[in-house]
């Protein structure tokens, strides 16, 4: 017995220190984040996903595992996980959003959410992952769609962090931007 509760307090104490060291993002509900934000304002950042989506899975496992990535997510961003086809009702801006033509265990893929339609969407058209980046008012900033690897991720996150998309155009943002990845 002394073994077990042993090993589960090494478990918990490494699962505690892995987030402690920022080796994990803090992924939350959008309803979370959008009450948090009411005492500490912060930028939102919902990854946009599907569980059968193969570039979801990349991101996740190579992109939201960086150490750099993960810490600099944690410290300026609430992040938030939406199952771009899932079942449950979500709230945003006071308006619940749903999927009504979800069908319980149906293989594959399922129909769209509605939030995933309000703030995934890109021309008509909407793509996983997509990436929505949310201001501190919770207005959309912009929808980003497809897999983003680190070294592409890491200009996007300050470009939005940063409010350098408020008045410099990407481009020019660009020629200046120094990574921090190693």
Known sequence: ????????????????TRHVDGQSITWMSLEEAQELSKTTPKKILVDVYT?????????????F?????????????YAVKLNAEGADPITFKGKTFSNPGYKKDKPGRNSTHQLTQAIANVNGRIAYPTIVFIDKNLNVITPV???????????????????????????????????ELQ
């Open 51 to 63: 569980h059968w989506c193969g570039p979801c899975k990349m991101m996740m496992k190579y992109t």
């Open 1 to 16: 017995m002394k073994t077990i509760l042993a090993l589960l307090c090494v478990v918990v104490i490494g699962a505690n």
């Open 65 to 77: 595992t960086h150490p750099w990535i993960v810490k600099y997510i944690n410290e300026n961003y």
């Open 145 to 179: 769609q497809g897999y983003q690897k680190p070294a592409q991720f890491e200009p996007m996150l300050k470009f939005i962090a940063e409010d350098k998309y408020v008045g410099q155009k990407w481009q020019e943002y660009m020629t200046s931007f120094k990574s």
